[in-house]
């Protein structure tokens, strides 16, 4: 049975891996997180040791080592700005990783753990889940079957109250701010569907919303991405938490259902060796990187409600 680690049971994410290692029939042999609300993990692994202090994880974990039961994967749903560390333990005690968006904050962290990775014999596996779904395989077959050039408005808002800006999620230096925080995997898809970036630009840049312009081989992408529930569509307000839209040519891609099995897909990939790695998340993070530097520019390529938050 394949054993596994689990960095950060608390988060908000750590419910779908556990879901996954149970459904790829794995075992959680330990777990860690500085707070202790981690009561789902009853639901699945009520036999799996857990610490709320990462030198006794530690320990337990090269003990299992050192008796010959090495852990096969560490699964990391920490806070952003701790991914690199985690992933470097993880390497380095013995352990092939998989790792939640974003791997880390910025493209030259990878570099680094590539030296690691060739070092340790290990493979670090990130979550790129959108590459899985149905809806988004079916949007990338129909590209690539013609020469045309796109017109693509991507729009993602999911509520976030107070909490968010009192949290880790809320200083840019922890998660990257909202477009790497929320944005990443979706910068990820627009790659896997329309081809190599050649250049973007940034028009708005606030801690709730973020908004911009991409320019694929097959694409013109106007972006905008928000944590405000006020930014929500006047029919979605006060009845959904989260609006999910993507239009090609003013045709909307319907992709807001299939996301809740993904991250088991993504776990029976990683098991059957053919997981995402450090070369294939590169890209994104080096537009996330570079998005928060970036002047902001006023062109006439803006998203609608960017230009409407401008003008407002």
């Avoid at 777990?31 to 692994?45: E, K, M, Y």
């Avoid at 080592?65 to 699964?75: M, P």
Wanted: proline share 4%.
């Amino acid at each position: 049975m394949t054993s596994f680690a689990l960095i950060g049971a608390a988060g908000y994410i750590a419910p779908r891996h556990m879901k996954a290692i149970r459904a790829v029939n794995g075992d959680l042999k330990v777990a860690f997180d500085p707070n202790d609300s981690v009561g789902i993990i009853d639901s699945h692994f009520p036999d799996a040791h857990f610490f709320t202090e990462f030198e006794r994880f530690d320990r337990h974990v090269d003990k299992l080592r050192r008796k010959g039961e090495r852990i096969d994967y560490v699964s990391i749903c920490s806070p952003n700005y701790l991914h690199d560390a985690h992933i470097r333990f993880g390497l380095r005690a013995g352990s092939d990783v998989i790792c939640e968006k974003p791997l880390v904050l910025n493209p030259w962290n990878i570099d680094g753990l590539a030296e690691i990775e060739a070092d340790t014999g290990r493979r670090i596996n990130t979550i790129l889940q959108l590459r899985l779904h149905p809806a988004i395989i079916a949007l990338r077959d129909k590209v690539a079957a013609s020469n045309a050039r796109h017109a693509v408005d991507l729009t993602y808002i999911t509520s976030r109250g107070r909490w968010y800006h009192a949290s880790w999620k809320g200083e840019d230096a922890k998660s990257g701010g909202v477009a790497t925080n929320i944005g990443v995997h979706f910068f990820d898809m627009l790659a896997f569907v329309f081809g190599p970036l050649k250049s973007q630009k940034a028009h708005l840049r606030e801690g709730e919303r973020a908004g911009g312009f991409l320019e694929y081989e097959k694409a013109d992408v106007r972006w905008f991405l928000s944590v405000d529930r006020n930014d929500l569509p006047e029919g979605a307000k006060g009845q959904k938490t989260t609006y999910r839209s993507i239009t090609v040519d003013g045709e909307e891609v319907e992709f807001s259902d299939g996301f809740t099995d993904l991250h088991t897909r993504s776990y029976e990939n990683i098991l059957a060796g053919q997981g995402y790695g450090l070369d294939d998340v590169r890209f994104s993070i080096e537009v996330v990187s570079a998005f928060r530097t970036l002047p902001l520019t006023l062109g006439g390529e803006r998203h609608p409600v960017v230009t409407a938050k401008i003008k407002g």
